[in-house]
């Protein structure tokens, strides 16, 4: 239980560092499968996972995101 209350107080941080950043970051919207995802920009939806992902790889920025983004497999 510590561990998820602690991804999810990173999970605002990272959210937070995003906006400060001037990158609009919606609210946590779920998927059917019960993922959380959030829109990022204009056209980018991150999981919670990922955004998590580019805290703990210390790029949490627009060229951070661009880059998983163009590392994604088209589908």
């Not at 609009?24 to 959380?36: N, Y």
Request: glycine share 6%.
């Amino acid at each position: 239980m510590d561990n998820q209350i602690e991804r999810t107080s990173d999970l605002a941080k990272a959210v937070h560092v995003l906006r400060q950043q001037g990158m609009t970051v919606s609210f946590p919207m779920q998927t059917a499968e019960g993922k959380i995802i959030f829109a990022v920009g204009e056209d980018v939806m991150l999981t919670a996972d990922q955004i998590l992902e580019l805290l703990e790889r210390k790029q949490l920025h627009a060229e951070g995101v661009r880059r998983l983004v163009e590392a994604q497999p088209e589908k």
